[in-house]
């Protein structure tokens, strides 16, 4: 049951990011990214981690997904897209992709994951919770720095007047 | 002579019907019968009273009214009853209908109308089941430039969401569709689905009053979300738990509206800008942009759209219930089952009736039951009732609104249920 669930997710998850790559569509490949980060969110499932999983569908497809989504619906491609058609290029991002995950393959592979047994319970989320507040206290508080710091600059370019409306169309 | 058929036959007539029932007959039993043995083969019958059912079986205990009652048990016990009928779709279905028509009628009451009133003799009941046929009867009329898949599945999907929705609210003790550990997390992860299937929705129609409605419902659902998770932090905070059930049982004592009124209040604000009611209804403004993002949907996609936002409706109600008004616990009032019928039977005249199988339903279930229905029909009224009686508000205030004061509210109630716990009043040690 698991297996044919985690084939099923690996198809998902697979197929939408391709299709989120090459569907000529924006608004269809926005939809494909929703797919994809469905299909992840369903893979923290099978790894007994739904804390995670329902954030990421909370947070991801629910906010970031819907971001992308309006950003592209109200922009027009054509101002911002100049078409490159080229079979080179293609080629040497597949095989740029081939490098980079035959390598990351070779580091995990190469690292202890193997000797990690599979069959223990999962890791309870209160318990990550009760170490970030104790024992990792210092990169809770730098995460949150840097989320605040983000935010009050997210604020600040939001608030430039500066910028007159001429200047933005160029 | 008929003028709707004039050429009728009724020797024509039953020869049709023979004919029917011979190719029923014969599909049935080629393909139809191999069917629903293969169906069999997969699912497990249950067993009663040591027997396995088989649906030969089935078909002689319904045959006989006092063998019918533990078939039906053993149904209620399935997951796909709970799914389509008790505490899941159907259930809620009949909430969000009866809520239609209470709107209808309630509204009309406030503004000195009568409402629906001649469908159905008394005061217009079968208006919904009317409304209901002209809305399938209707002919589907798709724009000649909208995206077709999208607007197809939008509103299949609005439904679909909303179904997610319901499927997490405990309605009596045990009775819940997907009792999940990290409920609340998942109702956050389910409420974000609305805006997208709203903005797609507006989108595929090609039309300007849908995109201007689906931006604005944008907008207000995606502002809104984050007062409604903070909104409920604090409700997390003292009973320390995600799971909607166990909140529920955590009220056993009394409601965490006594402690946490903030929350409370800024939680049925956001719910009611979420749902798209009046005041916060500027998503469907029908005196400035038709319908907003509902404009060119027509017929029965309309009609899943309005049973979506009504099963929504139900379910914020029923999370408010169960968040805040203590879901199903109050005082015992349904009687208990008398149980010198089931150990004695029951006698009519000469005869005495043994049914097996009784009773059909918990004491503590049906009581249950009454409350949460209860409060939440009452929860139900209170978001109908602003429509009465607000006009709407403008689109910067109700943003406004929204990322400044509902916000700040938020975290003050946050602050007030860790004050509570941390002076002892609530959590280990103090009242619970």
């Known amino acids: 049951m698991a297996d044919a669930a985690f084939l099923a997710l690996t198809v998902i998850t697979i197929g939408s990011s391709i299709a989120a790559l090459e569907m000529r569509s924006l608004i269809y490949g926005s939809i494909a990214l929703m797919g994809t980060l469905g299909g992840i969110a369903g893979f923290f499932f099978l790894l007994d981690a739904p804390f995670v999983a329902l954030f990421q569908l909370a947070v991801y497809v629910g906010s970031i997904a819907v971001l992308i989504l309006f950003t592209v619906m109200l922009v027009k491609r054509e101002l911002i897209f100049k078409k490159i058609e080229d079979k080179r290029r293609k080629f040497a991002g597949i ?40 024992y990792y206290w210092p990169a809770l508080i730098l995460m949150g720095l840097i989320l605040a710091g983000s935010v009050t600059g997210a ?9 007159e409306n001429d200047q933005r169309i160029s | 002579m008929s003028v709707i058929a004039p050429n009728f036959k009724l020797s024509g007539f039953i020869k049709a019907i023979i004919n029917d029932a011979v190719w029923f007959l014969l599909i049935f039993s080629l393909i139809g019968f191999p069917l629903v043995m293969m169906v069999l083969f997969v699912i497990p019958m249950p067993v009663i009273d040591g027997e396995l059912l088989t649906p030969f079986l089935a078909f002689t205990y319904l045959a006989d009214p006092s063998r019918t009652l533990p078939i039906v048990q053993a149904f209620m016990t399935t997951d796909m009853f709970k799914i389509m009928a008790f505490p899941g779709f159907g259930f809620a279905a009949l909430l969000a209908a009866g809520t239609i028509f209470l709107e209808r009628k309630l509204l009309a009451k406030l503004q000195l109308r009568v409402g629906p009133f001649y469908c159905g003799k008394v005061e217009g009941i079968l208006q919904l089941l009317g409304d209901g046929l002209k809305l399938i009867s209707k002919e589907i009329i798709i724009p000649a430039k909208a995206d077709k898949p999208i607007f197809w599945a939008a509103p299949v999907l609005f439904v679909a969401s909303a179904a997610a929705f319901v499927a997490l609210i405990p309605v009596a003790p045990g009775w819940v569709v997907a009792d999940v550990d990290m409920g609340l997390l998942a109702v956050f992860a389910v409420i974000g689905f609305f805006p997208i299937v709203t903005i797609l929705s ?13 931006i604005r419902a944008l907008f207000q659902m995606v502002s809104f979300e984050i007062p409604l998770i903070l909104s409920l932090l604090g409700v997390v905070m003292v009973t320390g738990t995600l799971n909607l059930s166990e909140i529920a049982a955590s009220q056993s004592s009394f409601p965490w509206i006594l402690f946490l009124p903030v929350g409370a209040i800024v939680f049925f604000i956001t719910m009611l800008a979420e749902l798209e009611r009046i005041p916060f209804d500027l998503p469907e403004a029908e005196s400035e942009i038709v319908a907003g993002w509902l404009t060119e949907l027509s017929g029965m996609m309309y009609g899943l759209v309005q049973l979506g936002t009504y099963l929504k409706l139900y379910a914020f109600a029923a999370l408010f219930v169960v968040l805040f008004l203590g879901g199903w616990n109050g005082p015992m009032v349904v009687p208990p089952f008398p149980m010198e019928i089931a150990t004695e039977g029951i006698e009519i005249g000469p005869i005495t009736a043994k049914i097996a199988g009784l009773p059909l339903f918990d004491q503590e279930m049906l009581n249950g039951i009454f409350w949460f229905v209860l409060k939440t029909v009452a929860v139900i009224i209170f978001i109908l ?46 009242l619970q």
């Open chain 2, 202 to 214: 507006a989108w595929s129609a090609n039309s300007k009053f849908p995109f201007i409605g689906g």
């Open chain 2, 385 to 430: 009732l602003p429509r009465g009686v607000f006009p709407r508000v403008r689109v910067d205030i109700l943003l406004n609104l929204g990322w400044t004061k509902l916000i700040g509210l938020a975290f003050v109630n946050i602050f007030i249920a860790l004050a509570l716990v941390y002076a002892g009043v609530l959590g280990p040690g103090g």
């Open chain 1, 155 to 163: 604020l600040i370019l939001a608030r430039r007047e500066d910028v």
């Open chain 1, 95 to 134: 095989g740029l992709m081939l490098v980079i995950m035959v390598s990351l393959g070779a580091v995990f592979l190469d690292s202890g994951i193997k000797t990690i047994t599979t069959d223990e319970s999962p890791v309870d989320f209160r318990d990550i919770g009760i170490d970030f507040v104790t």
